[in-house]
């Protein structure tokens, strides 16, 4: 168990909805980060943020938006849903160099 | 950006053989060097890490090797298990993680 915890682990909806991903990070880690995982494009990096701030941005499309809360979890909303955007959605989060992976929230859009 | 290139894609062994999976890097800034364990439905989990100063890192039965001259570094494991089959994934890193495509590795009995 790495300690980073999100909800749901599975969500199916349909195309054109709107979804939100949460995320609670490790104890005491302050930075998050989301990444998207697809048989075709591996793991992508979309976003991180550092208390509470955006640190920095990956491929993330202008469909999808994070942001993290002074309780330092993080919500990662999709919106516009298309089928391509059925992927595993990774959070994970770190103090320092390492970097501790969720177990992920499977997203299906049909 | 940092590109992440990681051979080979698939990797069949024979348990107690050894496997390797090498990769290179573009940003020659990157200065940490992750290697991350996803068994079927479960999250990255970091199994070894080496950082631009060292050359070389052992723990147990898996190896990490650095060449920043080259910008390569590889993953050793050696006696495989089949507990050991699950996709390796390298990653570069400045200041943000870039992830290899992966290395689906299989030990059979």
């Known amino acids: 168990d790495s300690g980073v915890t999100q909800t749901p682990k599975h969500l199916i909806t349909a195309t054109g909805q709107r979804v939100t991903l949460r995320c609670s990070p490790r104890s005491g880690d302050l930075s998050v980060y989301w990444y998207q995982q697809s048989l075709d494009q591996g793991l992508q990096f979309l976003i991180q943020?550092?208390?509470?701030?955006?640190?920095a941005k990956g491929n993330i499309l202008e469909r999808f938006s994070a942001q993290q809360f002074p309780d330092l979890h993080s919500e990662l909303n999709l919106s516009s849903l298309e089928l391509g955007d059925s992927a595993l959605y990774f959070c994970?989060?770190?103090?320092?160099?390492?970097?501790?992976f969720g177990e992920g929230s499977w997203l299906t859009v049909v | 950006g940092e590109n992440v290139e990681q051979h080979p894609s698939t990797l069949s062994v024979q348990e107690g053989d050894s496997a390797v999976i090498k990769c290179t890097y573009s940003d020659s800034a990157s200065n940490y060097f992750p290697w991350y364990k996803q068994e079927l439905g479960k999250g990255p989990q970091l199994i070894i890490d080496i950082r631009s100063n060292v050359g070389e890192k052992k723990d147990q039965r898996i190896a990490v090797t650095l060449n920043k001259t080259a910008k390569h570094f590889s993953l050793h494991i050696t006696e495989t298990q089949p507990e050991d089959s699950a996709v390796y994934f390298c990653?570069?890193?400045?200041?943000?993680?870039?992830f290899g495509k992966g290395t689906l590795l299989t030990v059979n009995p």
């Open positions: 943020y550092y208390n509470g701030e955006e640190r």
């Open positions: 994970a989060s770190s103090e320092g160099y390492t970097i501790y």
């Open positions: 990653v570069g890193s400045n200041y943000k993680l870039t």
